[in-house]
């Protein structure tokens, strides 16, 4: 069992303890008061059948939260995009997980809503990076520069293979942006982007290639009078 597995499955595993727990507790509290365990048991039963049909919803979390498990749609630790919140998953119970965004925020989404998941921590990750360069740049030769530079990039180990100039992605108003793809380890491909801009920066600033910015051009019309 991987040791993501193992967490989630502890997760759970604890939530399901501790409902076991408060019943046997409340159980023994009242036995030990004097309250007979067969017309304990009997309401009991009739509860269960009042909770199942009033609390529909509690019992489809708690089944979507085995199926999360044995299916290992995701597992703590994961990075996941659940109902358009991005986040690390901190604990998946039986009812609900627990997802903490980049801005700290938790988020508690009921396992019976969670719908489609996109699971970022699945045998490797992409790092994107686009970079614009000045129209008056020749694109072949900037194509040329950054395959070279991408060469170089063995030394970064978190990068699995040399990464991929995708090639001319669009043609902006002041720029003309190129697209690189690398892939590397689950979860490193921010710090991947980052190590990869500055190299990009550096060897561009090298060749004397231009990384342009906006620019406008304003024209003053001047009225004649009388």
């Known amino acids: 069992m991987t040791q993501r597995k193992a967490k989630t499955l502890n997760s759970i595993t604890s939530s399901v303890v501790k409902y076991v727990i408060y019943f046997i507790g409340i159980f023994t509290a009242l036995t030990f008061i004097g309250v007979d365990p067969k017309s ?3 309401v009991a039963s009739a509860g269960s059948v009042a909770i199942g049909l009033g609390a529909q919803s509690v019992v489809t979390d708690m089944l979507e939260g085995f199926f999360i498990l044995f299916e290992d749609h995701y597992a703590v630790g994961d990075v ?3 109902q358009n919140i991005t986040g690390t998953v901190e604990s998946v119970t039986l009812r609900s997980t627990k997802i903490r965004d980049p801005q700290g925020s938790v988020h508690i989404i009921p396992n019976g809503s969670v719908g489609t998941v996109t699971n970022m921590c699945r045998d490797f990750i992409n790092a994107v990076v686009t970079v614009g360069v000045s129209y ?3 694109i072949d030769h900037v194509l040329d520069v950054l395959r070279d530079e991408m060469e170089q990039t063995k030394d970064i180990p978190d990068i699995l293979e040399t990464p991929v100039i995708v090639g001319v992605t669009g043609l902006d108003d002041s720029a003309v942006t190129v697209k690189i793809v690398a892939k590397c380890h689950v979860k490193t491909n921010i710090s991947v982007e980052a190590e990869l801009r ?4 550096n060897r561009l600033d090298k060749e004397g290639i231009e990384i342009p910015f906006p620019q406008r051009t304003l024209h003053i019309v001047q009225q004649k009078e009388g």
């Not at 500055?198 to 920066?201: D, T």
């Open 80 to 82: 996941v995009t659940i």
């Open 136 to 138: 008056d740049a020749s």
């Open 198 to 201: 500055r190299r990009i920066k």
């Open 40 to 42: 304990m048991l009997v």
